[in-house]
């Protein structure tokens, strides 16, 4: 089946703003309150939010075997367990509803009024109920940049690096959306030559760079994933902040890794955009320096060319971008990471994300945190408004955004938006 | 109010066997699969499985506020969304149905027909649908002996263990009921001396005695949750078999921790013994070493006294107990893991798992793992067969017991049983 919705040629009877990330060549999926505080599954074109539990009960899915209530949920669990075929056969029609030479919808104004949102009208909302978040660590020149700093510059990778997508267990309950708030964490801290660890407000909060795929129900207890099927098992990508407060990491992590320092939030993008509009978009990823080990061995361009930038935002000033990456850096790809998740038959279900790691480039403006940006605080960045930065201060706002470039549209992610407020004051009871 | 069915003096109707597990002041809760192919929430008594959907449909469970299809579902979530009043109620209530002295239920057969099923009428669920699955590092002994083995035993504990309950995320997915079979997983094992990994079956499968305790919704992004209320969020406990694959460990487990030599398989206890069901078996536990953070500091006695043990037993042969030991040993506790997981505001919802950790004793028959017990295998231990185990072998059954003593009773979980199959053959297509 082909993916038609991907067709460049095509051109929308909605009005779509000409830089958009958002064309009808994109479709991604997310979830929405309308202003009729209904939860709904959505899709985007420009700058309207489209609610296809509208479109599915006024019959535009006709055809398709699709549950009545499959858009009427609040998560995207259950449509993305309904597997590729269709995923791409939805998004198909979708891109048809829409298409300049159909005027069934664009002719029909109640209809119209019904599924149609503009942006103002909706709050986004997690896209999925995520069952398990898994964090990797495939970003070569990140490994090496941490490594560098706080073990040896000579070895800065571990001797397992090059074998393995190294990967660990995050928590799924802080996950959250765009525009969510977060506060800065209090933990455990060892100052520089103390003995006793105090508990206080983080003093070096970052952000992460990451992006994140959305898997369907993939495998059962004890079956692995071949790397050659791998990619039928991911839906989709979403812009992914691994929060992270490094002073706490240093004291806690040995020798079972991050905790606490990560898992007070982590923000996403709210639209999941599907691996078939990215298809245009693969590139080859770096070669392995290491003969890899046959269930790790990929083939053809399993990397995507995703520009991505990281800009922060003081409280009341202007914006000024921090770091330009770009996805197509990662050393493992994401089917390398899906088989070797599963290689010991661990299951994988709808829902589940996956982070990529710190997405650092090869040049330090391309680096995916300020731990690296600033190295380890010692050269802050300079901001356009004339302030510095060494790690996120009280009231910044963190935002990243990520698109694919063709030469007459972008497919884009739109982007993860976070403020980051004060340590949490309990309620006086 | 109080938990009157906790009352030592009270006898059932149903008849029990002298020493269950699971005697009236016991009242567990699980979910099973009916004769009738339905899967209902459920408790038990004796060894009789006790249907709570119909009981509720019969009107047994008036004037308690639940809805009323609190107990027709596949897992306890919203049951024990609905708090420590509505558990206590229910299970208050459940004591009186089926107290010695009450002939309603007893006497009308209709009803005892619908509601009361035995053991081998039904199959027991996984009680729960586990959000976020974390497990803790909490026995002293245990990070001893494993900082011994493998770093220096003159420092085998790392700096940060007495001034927190170490922990880190699991994989939920993997988190299965007693009963169901686990394959022996393959990885990336570095051989002896070599510079390249394999990919190979683990030789080194082990088991952690573990046990691990439930959370109902604790709070919300942002806000920690005081020790001294910890206790209110925690429905109950089960018995938690940890599996790991120790060679795959060594090798992938810098600098992020396990990952694949765990997330393969942890298997749980099928009935959830509530926190006020262990009330009368409250114990001190272990003085802390280091003067804590106020935030860690817990008051009273919060360790309980849980016999444990666990044994293995080969395919057609009799089992062995390999070791005995005790949740009481365990140096965090449960209130500070639960105080120390949310002090940087990391949410805790319903079904969440806590695994404690390996709880190995102070005597070397009382560890907690076949890692310990063998000593890396340089002490092979002896079966009742007169067969010597290192780890696990295949077909093998590895069985954890736990139980609370009284003088006329025990409060018990029952047991979690798990066998280790091969390693997994796909299906010829």
Same mark, same amino acid.
């Given at each position: 089946?082909?993916?038609?919705?991907?067709?460049?040629?095509?051109?929308?009877?909605?009005?779509?703003?000409?830089?958009?990330?958002?064309?009808i $060549?994109?479709?991604?999926?997310?979830?929405?309150?309308?202003?009729d505080d209904?939860?709904?599954?959505?899709?985007?074109?420009?700058?309207?939010?489209?609610?296809?539990?509208?479109?599915?009960?006024?019959?535009?899915?006709?055809?398709?075997?699709?549950t009545?209530?499959?858009?009427?949920?609040?998560?995207?669990?259950?449509?993305?367990?309904?597997?590729?075929k269709?995923?791409?056969?939805?998004?198909?029609?979708?891109a048809?509803?829409?298409?300049?030479?159909?005027?069934?919808l *664009?002719?029909?104004?109640?209809h119209?009024?019904?599924?149609l949102?503009t942006?103002?009208?909706?709050e986004?909302?997690?896209?999925?109920?995520?069952?398990?978040?898994?964090?990797?660590?495939?970003?070569?020149?990140?490994?090496?940049?941490?490594?560098?700093?706080?073990r040896?510059?000579?070895?800065?990778?571990?001797?397992?690096?090059?074998?393995?997508?190294?990967?660990?267990?995050?928590?799924?309950?802080?996950?959250?959306?765009?525009?969510?708030?977060?506060?800065?964490?209090?933990g455990?801290?060892?100052? *520089?030559?103390?003995? $006793?660890?105090?508990?206080?407000?983080?003093?070096r909060?970052d952000?992460?760079?990451?992006?994140?795929?959305?898997?369907?129900?993939?495998?059962?207890?004890?079956e692995?994933?071949?790397?050659?099927e791998?990619?039928?098992?991911?839906?989709?990508?979403?812009?992914?902040?691994?929060?992270?407060?490094?002073?706490?990491?240093?004291?806690?992590?040995?020798?079972?890794?991050?905790?606490?320092?990560?898992n007070?939030?982590?923000?996403?993008?709210?639209?999941?955009?599907?691996?078939?509009a990215?298809?245009?978009?693969?590139?080859?990823?770096?070669?392995?320096?290491?003969e890899?080990?046959?269930?790790?061995?990929?083939?053809?361009?399993k990397a995507?060319?995703? *520009?991505?930038?990281?800009?922060?935002?003081?409280?009341?000033?202007?914006?000024?971008?921090?770091?330009k990456?770009?996805? *197509?850096?990662?050393?493992?790809?994401?089917? $390398?990471?899906l088989?070797?998740?599963?290689?010991n038959?661990?299951p994988?279900?709808?829902?589940?994300?996956?982070?990529?790691?710190?997405?650092?480039g090869?040049?330090?403006?391309?680096?995916?945190?300020?731990?690296?940006?600033s190295?380890?605080?010692?050269?802050?960045?300079?901001?356009?408004?004339?302030?510095?930065r060494?790690f996120?201060?009280?009231?910044?706002?963190?935002i990243?955004?990520g698109?694919?470039?063709?030469?007459?549209?972008?497919?884009?992610?739109?982007?993860?938006?976070?403020?980051?407020?004060?340590?949490?004051e309990p309620?006086?009871?």
């Amino acid at each position: 089946m082909s993916i038609t919705a991907n067709d460049p040629k095509r051109k929308t009877w909605l009005d779509t703003p000409k830089d958009t990330d958002f064309p009808i $060549q994109n479709i991604p999926f997310g979830v929405f309150l309308t202003r009729d505080d209904i939860i709904t599954i959505g899709t985007r074109i420009g700058d309207y939010a489209i609610d296809l539990g509208a479109l599915h009960q006024l019959g535009y899915f006709e055809g398709i075997p699709l549950t009545d209530d499959i858009f009427l949920q609040d998560t995207l669990n259950d449509f993305i367990s309904d597997g590729k075929k269709t995923w791409r056969l939805v998004r198909n029609r979708i891109a048809d509803i829409f298409d300049a030479e159909n005027s069934k919808l *664009k002719e029909n104004k109640d209809h119209r009024n019904t599924v149609l949102f503009t942006l103002d009208e909706i709050e986004m909302q997690l896209p999925v109920q995520v069952g398990d978040y898994t964090d990797f660590y495939s970003s070569k020149e990140h490994a090496t940049n941490v490594g560098t700093m706080f073990r040896d510059p000579e070895n800065a990778l571990l001797p397992n690096w090059l074998h393995m997508p190294v990967g660990y267990h995050g928590r799924s309950s802080s996950i959250i959306p765009s525009d969510i708030p977060v506060h800065r964490p209090i933990g455990q801290i060892l100052p *520089k030559g103390a003995s $006793q660890p105090v508990l206080a407000p983080s003093k070096r909060v970052d952000f992460e760079l990451e992006m994140a795929f959305i898997t369907t129900d993939a495998n059962v207890l004890g079956e692995p994933i071949p790397i050659e099927e791998a990619e039928d098992y991911i839906f989709g990508m979403v812009l992914f902040n691994d929060w992270s407060a490094r002073d706490i990491q240093t004291w806690e992590y040995v020798p079972l890794g991050p905790f606490l320092a990560k898992n007070f939030a982590s923000s996403v993008s709210p639209w999941i955009v599907t691996l078939d509009a990215l298809e245009p978009f693969r590139t080859t990823g770096p070669k392995p320096e290491k003969e890899l080990l046959p269930y790790l061995q990929s083939k053809g361009k399993k990397a995507f060319d995703i *520009k991505l930038e990281v800009a922060l935002k003081p409280e009341n000033s202007e914006e000024t971008t921090v770091s330009k990456s770009n996805f *197509k850096y990662m050393y493992w790809n994401m089917s $390398q990471q899906l088989a070797h998740h599963t290689v010991n038959g661990c299951p994988v279900n709808s829902g589940d994300m996956m982070g990529s790691g710190t997405i650092s480039g090869p040049t330090p403006d391309s680096y995916g945190s300020m731990l690296e940006l600033s190295w380890k605080g010692e050269k802050p960045i300079k901001l356009n408004d004339g302030s510095e930065r060494k790690f996120i201060e009280d009231n910044d706002t963190v935002i990243m955004r990520g698109y694919c470039e063709a030469k007459d549209r972008r497919i884009g992610f739109g982007e993860v938006r976070t403020k980051l407020l004060p340590v949490f004051e309990p309620k006086k009871k």
